[in-house]
């Protein structure tokens, strides 16, 4: 069983609708958790990152985190074509720098 | 722009070579990582430099290594290619005291034949 579990997708919504994107986790130990955002032929973008549990958000973006039940979310409001891209769950352990990924998931927002 | 360059952008190669690829990390970055993310697939820690020795390693045998120099940039080495190491490789650099914060390059992307 990976430590991080994100659905592959794709996934394909239409320009403005409200994106969800998930990912679980096994590892309780984790408590620094990141959206990356990866472009084809891109290397991966920081989007969010939490401590911790609870919620974040940054323009369109919201970033939630329920340690409890060991599951992350990223919502996307008014979702643009711009948005289409890879989306990547990461997480890491305190006082670690290693990242754990998701496997991602490919989103298409058609206008 | 994350300030983290790569090169070369594209490698071909064939089974049994060897290959070295390269990072430019942010200035004043004096940790860089390394990663491979297979097709369809998350990338997968292969090891840290921090202050030019390794500081962690991943699931990678010793046929991949690494150097990190005083000038912010690094290499990844990975000897007796195989097939399975076609993939998009990563170096991520950040602050000693903000590991958290990762800035990817735009990495190299490996075919071995």
């Known amino acids: 069983q990976k430590e991080v579990e994100q659905d592959p997708g794709p996934l394909s919504v239409p320009e403005g609708a409200i994106v969800s994107l998930n990912c679980t986790y096994s590892n309780s130990a984790f408590q620094y958790f990141m959206w990356y955002r990866q472009y084809s032929r891109k290397g991966p973008e920081l989007l969010m990152y939490?401590?911790?549990?609870g919620n974040k958000e940054d323009g369109r973006f919201t970033a939630q985190v329920d340690k409890s039940s060991k599951y992350i979310s990223l919502f996307i409001r008014d979702s643009q074509p711009s948005d289409s891209a890879t989306y990547l769950c990461?997480?890491?352990?305190?006082?670690?720098?290693?990242?754990?990924f998701g496997q991602g998931t490919r989103l298409t927002i058609n206008p | 722009e994350t300030g983290v360059t790569q090169s070369p952008t594209h490698l071909i190669k064939t089974r049994g070579q060897q290959v070295t690829l390269r990072c430019s990390s942010q200035?004043?970055?004096?940790?860089v990582s390394w990663y491979q993310q297979a097709l369809g697939q998350g990338p997968q820690f292969i090891f840290q430099?921090?202050?030019?020795?390794?500081?962690g390693r991943g699931n990678f045998p010793p046929r991949f290594s690494g150097l990190q120099f005083p000038n912010y940039s690094s290499e990844l080495n990975v000897n007796a290619l195989e097939l399975d190491d076609s993939a998009l490789y990563l170096c991520a650099s950040s602050l000693e005291d903000r590991g958290d914060t990762q800035y990817f390059g735009p990495g190299t992307r490996l075919t071995v034949l």
């Open positions: 200035s004043g970055h004096n940790t």
């Open positions: 430099y921090y202050r030019e020795e390794e500081n």
């Open positions: 990461a997480m890491r352990k305190g006082g670690a720098q290693k990242l754990v």
């Open positions: 939490t401590y911790s549990s």
